[in-house]
């Protein structure tokens, strides 16, 4: 009976394992030897959720015809951890694609693994792209022992956020606009206890914010940095040669703490910003709940976020301010870095002798025909050229197919992979335009250009310092959180506690770590 | 059968009813309303929000209120005009078709199997069946078979690795071994085998409990985002749950914050709306599954 | 030799769902013992490394570790003991209603909450909860109380957790009971009311003990997880300051495991998960063995 059991599962095991393909459906992904290279790329869409380009894109044609490329793309997911896991995922089963987009804390998990390609030799073949895309900073963002292993692409511009304040509630109220931390504080007061929107309802506050960590910006994050820069203490890691080390250290991170305490303690800041997330807190400034906040340029002035406060509020208005200066004449919206998109190259399809291709294809998109192509779509449907050659979304047969409009973020998805921030974009993203109901005339740009002139704290390089391991980045989080929440309390000898016991587990550590790369990499000021 | 007059819906034996039974009656009552009212007022508020216009600005609380001429459908009409929004649905319909089709006719025979008392190893069988269900390994275990059978990229890798879920299997087992055993022992005793059993005596007085574990296994297909993420990558094979993820996590890093891809609805309402959206074929089927919820499915058979 | 051709047939019907358990169960079950290797994707599962013990030890010596464990059965237990609960009297009362329309309301709309995913509930309970202009503090306020910030305090936040839990999955949960409660063969109420036994005697004692098997099988499978809290929620509710009683174990693995490329040590606590589950589920089927209940096998 046994042996009749074993034989019947040997005999369907096989039958099944035959049959799995019919299960199954989708496209074989065997590349006909003669025909164009399969590349395929895992890209970080410039706007996930408006979908991928469309089957029929000129550009799958266009680059088949002229590069002999059959380009296969896949979009990565729109949320970071999302796109870590399919991305390591598919390394641990070394499975990875051609060329993808990575943040570089993972391909910093990924290299020793053996499964990235040097990048170092295709600058040289791809002279007009690294021209504009990969300056010095770029090529050593992703070395790893003295090889570049990922090709860092220019993101985000720098400084492009500023400390907005209603210059319609300060008027209202008669007040000037703070420029110290202790006119901040009163300011803060008078926009949350005298109805500076003159409504008759108690429903403003001074400040608004939401936890926006990264690497170089930690706990709080972003949106408050330009209080700990008041106090000389904005970012993770002072950087100046002199002191270099975690801020945290510092005797003045305790005073920014008690400055942000008394912040949530008198009900000055917008009491839900623990809670917010970024959506909550755009959603927030929208609807006039607070009266200072730190903004980024586009978030703010673009036409399509601004119409809705436009329309709440045809009175309102922002204005870019100075930091306020702390007690020891520090200031500063806060730290800086230089922002990178990496895209890397398994060493698979180095392997498979792809990488000149792949050279060819960045190549080509660094070319005027691929620029145009991937960052605006077709010129005539998708932009037309204005009298200085710069794209814009105007004489189109149908409107909603144009670059700015929804229709037309299919065909612009690849963006990313040819803009270098260069002026033709710049103008070409942030129009200047007339506000719908107040008829202001505003221009992200021009609002950009105002934060740029602002004090920030110059910290490039220090997003590639080592970051600490789960369990004491959570107690560095949560200490501070717990801080300011009133679950622990605020007193110099707790503090000093709670830092030794960050020390101990391994706080000390990682300071030393990090000033050592720092040292090593010349990053300090 | 049932006859109106009477205070009892469950018997024809006419009894009148007393105090015990009027607070009792009362009690349920009260409590399926109370819950009716906790259920549906955030659902409300989700309902509302999903029709708010761009420029609102009241607060939550008189969001719920906002009168249906003020509504916006502009976020609905912005999903509908998403590119991959038909294509999505297309692809979660032919997850939901195979792998609803392949689970039930892997577990409908390992459940009645494992509920047969006379089966030799049963205990066995039954503790191979529950290890992998207690011990998880993993993702990369699991992706790394995946790869292997070459499934990456085939809509069959979303549920296939599913396709058996043990929790569904143990639950219709339990259901199968409360039918009377009378029964299945009769048609034994007629020279039935246990295919015919199966299929003549068991099948037909199961129609409750698999189409339950159905949907169970069709809403789990349906919401899938983690598989799909993990094993497909051909624009052309994105489900439903993919497209959902990324509306709702969209402003996690999207920095061309300057363009907005729904057009003039706030992304609250997109966010809302989406939801809704992508659940609809799911709050349809239910009704229908209700319908094999008829009570006393056994009496005739029993009696009989 | 009946017995033999009988099970013949048993055979027939068992042998594909059995290979499918042997390749997409088993397999990886296989290729679980990266648990005690430094899996290297270039050397396979096979080729990489042993180091024993090692990733149970990072584990286990975590400094949260006690913590963790302490968050996560807080919240499966929690779960266990209201939910569940919860949900079998949904069903009953949806079946014992005398009101057809109510009834098939609430069954409905009860079971809609499920397919809202976590991201759009955090969006329900922050227009309800927040502390700024949360629906619940403005009433508090109107009755001049102190707001409360029940999503970043610490005391609130566990209750936040299993009520919303409650609330999304209750009229989910209720209808593997109330496909339970269809079974239940009518002539045993008729055979009570000869009795004279009245509304509550008759679920006490004939509706819960007729599905009796089915709760018994829901919480010993739900004991074998024990240590799965629930990752979408907690991941998608919890913020820095609740981090002390929010931080479960997969959140941990997570960030951990996960985010860091360390999937021995992610699949080490799998598998360490796993042999709690196997404690709780053979203890408790052999307590209801004893008790002669339906057991799990």
Known sequence: MKKQCIVCIALIALLSLVSLPLFSQGTAEAAKPAGPVTIELWYGAAITEAGPPPADWVGFQIIKDKLNIDLKLTALPSNESDQDVKVQAAAAANNLPDLFMVRRDVLTRLVPQGLIASVDDMYAKMPIRTKTHYDEVSRSHARFNGKAYGLADPGSIIKNEGLLIRKDWLDNLGLAVPTTTDELLAVMRAFTFNDPDGNGKNDTYG????????????????????IFGAFGVDGTWDMTASAAGLNLFKPEFYDAMAYLKQMVDEGIIDPNWLAYKKDDFRAAWKQGRFGIMREQNAAYAAQANYAPFDKNFPNGEWIVIDAPKGPKGHASIGPYTANFRIYAISAKAEKEGKKDKIAQLLEWMASDEGYYLLGWGVEGVNYTKDANGVPVAANLPDANLAFSAPGGQTVTQLRNMVFYNGDIELYARYPKYVTETSKKEMSALDVMRIMQTKKWTAAIGSDTLPI??????????????????????????????????????????????GVAFAKENNLLY | MANKKQTNRFTSVAVKPTAADHSFNFVVDVFLVLLLIIIAVPLWSTITLSFRPNDYIGNNLEGMFLAPWNWSTAAYKALLGNAGFILAFGNSIKILIGGVATALLLTIPLAYVLSIPSLPGRRYLNLLVIIPYVFNVGMIPSYLLVTNLGLIDKLAAVFLPGAISTYNCLIMRSFFEGIPNELKESARIDGASEIQVLILIILPLSKAIIMTIGLFYGVSFWNDFFHAMLYLNSNKLQPLPILLRNILMASGMNEYVEVNAFGDAPIAAIKAASVFMSAIPMVIAYPFIQKYFTKGTLLGSVKG | MR????????????????????????????????????????????????????????????YYFVELLRNTLMYSFGKLVFSLPLAIILAIAIYESNRPRLRKVVQTLAYLPHFLSWVIMYGILLALLAPGDGILNDIIKLFGGKPIDFLTNTKAFPWIVILSDAWKEMGWSAIIFIAALMGIDPSLFEAALVEGANSWQRVRYITLPSIRPVIVIVVLLRLGTILDAGFNQIFMLYSTPVLSVADIIDTWVYRQGLLEFQFGLATAVGLFKGVIGMFLILGSNRLVKRFGGNSLY
Do not use: C
């Open chain 1, 207 to 226: 400040y608004g914010a939401f936890q926006e960590i990264n690497n170089y910006e930690a706990w709080p994050g972003r949106r408050l940095e330009p």
């Open chain 1, 468 to 513: 600490p391991n789960a369990d004491l980045k959570r107690f560095y989080e949560q200490g501070l959180s717990e801080f300011i929440t009133g679950k622990r309390v605020l007193t110099k000898d707790n503090w000093n506690k709670w830092l030794d016991e960050f020390k101990k587990l391994g706080g000390q550590d990682w300071n030393d770590k």
């Open chain 3, 3 to 62: 017995d033999i051709k009988r099970h013949r047939s048993v055979y027939v019907l068992l042998a594909i769902p059995l290979v499918y358990y042997i390749i997409f169960k088993y397999v990886p079950i296989f290729n679980g013992q990266i648990a005690f290797k430094d899996y290297m994707a270039l050397d396979g599962v096979l080729g990489s490394q042993w180091v024993g013990l090692k990733h149970f030890k990072t584990f286990i010596n975590s």
